[in-house]
């Protein structure tokens, strides 16, 4: 069994494929010999141009002449030939580059040999029996790929999985940083949060407040309990509805008045003074058009209404209190007041803020880690398949069992 980490498995692998195809490998290493063999009697075919030329063309034909060998030099010394790491594709490309290398020296002799071709048709003929010559041997390597070459083919093309999983690897690390980040965060906000909810609350307790909110609370009662007392508004409301028809006279009357005690009756009571004139004469107005059944309303209706309004005056209830409601509208008004000139409104509006945009923050930074950790998820499954399936097929190949440590830096 092959127990190796993931660094080390590549030149491992390698040194075993060097030993399982040997065979191949060491027939290639013949055939690439051959053709490095024939690039360089091709280029020692150019001085051999280059030397007769001298002696037997002119100036300007010696100049295309030394184009034309410097040409296909250059077009030798970009062909790359496998020698310390030899693989299926760095052979392909020379055989590519080999295709490419004839139809250069072609299309170069077709272009610059008419000059000169007279004075050296020796070298002529010894360029094409080099050329054959490698022809030939790129046909037999050509063959020897494809035919003899294909399970050490299929056997490199493995090691293109390789930096896949390291790939992965990075995922899986730069995930787990991001998601120990935003958990650290998480962690100090949520801290924070405790911190300024305990500062609320010590705010909050304030006597000041304290007594805000204990007469704020007596206010409402207060309030919710003259509303009771003025459950005739229906009755009200048909009145008006009258009187703007003109379909009953009320004398001296006051229309804006109903209106305003419709839309907002406590307040419109607590403008008035304490005797509360413009509401008793309205109420007896009231009470005269209900006991002359003007309005047309049931009978329950007006006789419930009518009862309210006998009631209010009987126990005057309602005199007192709408003047503790504005008695108490004065003590809120004195300690908002107080509270303001003490800080403590601004500092708790500061504090709810601060606890707003943090709670915002921390429900930003609970979808930051879900979404983080299902790609660290994601990730190390991936790897995981990856790694198992790449275990599997090396194994094959090998003939024995592998297993690919990988480490991580968290």
Known sequence: MI???LEEFEVLYKEKLDVLFIKVKRSVIKLLNDVK?????????MDHFIEAGEERIDEKAQRSLHFFSDK???EIDEIEIPEEEMNYEKISDLLNSLTKLFASINEIARKSLPKFQKEVQAEIKELNYITRKLGKRKGILDEFMRKKYGDLKEAEALLKKIPKMFTFRENIEHAKEDLDSFENELGERNKN???LTKQLIIVEKNEL???FEEKSDNLYKLRMKINEKLSFKKSLKKMKFELEKGTIHVPNVDLNYIKEFLK???TTLSKESKDLTRFSSLLIQLRHILEENKLNLKTETKEKTIEQINHIFEEKEIYQDIEELKEFNQIIRNLEEKIKEAGIASKLEDLKNQISTNTAKLEHLQNDIERK??????YLS????????FQQLVGNVLGEEVKIHISFSF
């Open 373 to 378: 950790n299902k790609d660290y998820l994601r």
């Open 382 to 389: 991936s790897l995981k398949d990856e790694r198992e399936e």
């Open 209 to 211: 407040l304290k007594e």
């Open 193 to 195: 949060q405790e911190d």
């Open 264 to 266: 907002d009756s406590i």
């Open 72 to 74: 296909i030099r250059r």
């Open 37 to 45: 063999e024939n690039l360089i009697e091709i280029k020692v075919c």
């Open 3 to 5: 127990d190796i980490s």
